[in-house]
């Protein structure tokens, strides 16, 4: 049995889990190429034109190895906490994509609520039906995978430069090169370092959401909201990047939440879609990376916070 797993969405940060979980089932698993303008543009050719980027992307590594597996992994995650969820689109992301896509092998669409080791579980018992019936091998690939992903890290910490951001957006923004245009080194080479909030404690993330009127339900707004706002307030860090998707129903709401609370804090918003020139962007960080040079040069001059 060959297993197909497009690069996209979540892969960034689960991908541990769903490579051990089918190579320990004895599949062999074929995973989609980093993201690269053929992957963009086959994107572009089965999606809706209303989809953000993200699902775009998606959608191109799916066309990319549909015909080199037997079954493909469509992640319809539902939840990774707790009343919370992710977005619409991911909830019929497998609808989205097998009516967009001809010639498709089967797919693994079940839901995925993984907001504790027994919900997931649920999920690997449908799943690892389609390539075992040995509920025993299941079982044992599914510890073993969860063991795997339990010791796996995400985030960007780099302190090489006098200058810090936070580095704020869904995690298929920030961890993909080809959508975010290599911003990371982009701004390296500028002089600036990046921190992710994977470094900031759940605690502090969920002191700042306290303070709203309402908690978001999304899980990645309410991440996104929280660090931003704590690192208004952290001494390492002198503005905030938001790297966001056009057509992005929850940062477009978050953003400006954003915006109402940080006063004059620097904050650069990136919005990319399929359509985004790279030159524009490097202009933009350029302007912004002067800007937070000059603000650290006469930081005596800046007004506090409002
Ligand atoms: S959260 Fe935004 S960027 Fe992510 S899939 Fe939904 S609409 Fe797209």
Same mark, same amino acid.
């Given at each position: 049995? +060959?297993?197909?797993?497009?690069?996209?969405?979540?892969?960034?940060?689960?991908?541990? @889990?769903?490579?051990?979980?089918?190579?320990?089932?004895?599949?062999?698993?074929?995973?989609?190429?980093?993201?690269?303008?053929? +992957?963009?543009?086959?994107?572009?050719? &089965?999606?809706?034109?209303?989809?953000?980027?993200?699902?775009?992307?998606?959608?191109?590594?799916?066309?990319?190895?549909?015909?080199?597996?037997?079954?493909?992994?469509?992640?319809?995650?539902?939840?990774?906490?707790?009343?919370?969820?992710?977005?619409?689109? @991911?909830?019929?992301?497998?609808?989205?994509?097998?009516?967009?896509?001809?010639?498709?092998?089967?797919? +693994?669409?079940?839901?995925?609520?993984?907001?504790?080791?027994?919900?997931?579980?649920?999920?690997?018992?449908?799943?690892?039906?389609?390539?075992?019936?040995?509920? @025993?091998?299941?079982?044992?690939?599914?510890?073993?995978?969860?063991?795997?992903?339990?010791?796996?890290?995400?985030?960007?910490?780099?302190?090489?430069?006098?200058?810090?951001?936070?580095?704020?957006?869904?995690?298929?923004?920030?961890?993909?090169?080809?959508?975010?245009?290599?911003?990371?080194?982009?701004?390296?080479?500028?002089?600036?370092?990046?921190?992710?909030?994977?470094?900031?404690?759940?605690?502090?993330?969920?002191?700042?959401?306290?303070?709203?009127?309402?908690?978001?339900?999304?899980?990645?707004?309410?991440?996104?909201?929280?660090?931003?706002?704590?690192?208004?307030?952290?001494?390492?860090?002198?503005?905030?990047?938001?790297?966001?998707?056009?057509?992005?129903?929850?940062?477009?709401?978050?953003?400006?939440?954003?915006?109402?609370?940080?006063?004059? @804090?620097?904050?650069?918003?990136?919005?990319?879609?399929?359509?985004?020139?790279?030159?524009?962007?490097?202009?933009?960080?350029?302007?912004?990376?002067?800007?937070?040079?000059?603000?650290?040069? &006469?930081?005596?001059?800046?007004?506090?916070?409002?």
């Amino acid at each position: 049995m +060959i297993v197909g797993i497009p690069k996209g969405l979540l892969y960034y940060k689960y991908n541990p @889990f769903l490579f051990t979980f089918f190579t320990e089932l004895g599949a062999n698993v074929v995973v989609s190429e980093d993201t690269n303008k053929h +992957i963009l543009d086959l994107g572009v050719k &089965h999606c809706v034109d209303e989809a953000c980027l993200p699902i775009k992307i998606f959608h191109g590594h799916v066309a990319s190895i549909k015909n080199k597996c037997e079954l493909m992994v469509i992640p319809r995650v539902m939840q990774l906490e707790k009343n919370e969820y992710i977005c619409p689109k @991911f909830c019929g992301l497998p609808e989205m994509v097998l009516n967009s896509i001809a010639g498709m092998p089967p797919a +693994i669409t079940e839901p995925i609520y993984a907001f504790s080791k027994n919900s997931l579980y649920k999920w690997a018992k449908t799943a690892g039906k389609y390539v075992t019936s040995d509920i @025993f091998k299941i079982r044992h690939a599914f510890k073993y995978a969860y063991e795997v992903q339990s010791k796996h890290r995400t985030g960007i910490n780099n302190n090489e430069h006098d200058i810090k951001i936070a580095l704020v957006g869904h995690p298929y923004n920030v961890y993909d090169n080809f959508s975010n245009m290599n911003l990371t080194a982009k701004l390296d080479k500028l002089g600036i370092s990046v921190e992710t909030m994977e470094f900031t404690n759940d605690f502090l993330i969920n002191m700042e959401i306290n303070n709203l009127y309402k908690r978001p339900f999304w899980t990645y707004a309410r991440e996104n909201y929280g660090f931003a706002l704590n690192a208004v307030k952290e001494k390492r860090f002198d503005g905030i990047i938001y790297i966001s998707s056009f057509n992005c129903g929850t940062d477009s709401i978050i953003i400006e939440l954003i915006k109402d609370k940080i006063g004059n @804090f620097p904050l650069l918003i990136l919005k990319v879609d399929e359509h985004t020139g790279e030159a524009g962007i490097d202009t933009r960080i350029e302007a912004f990376s002067d800007m937070l040079e000059r603000r650290t040069q &006469h930081e005596s001059n800046i007004p506090t916070n409002g």
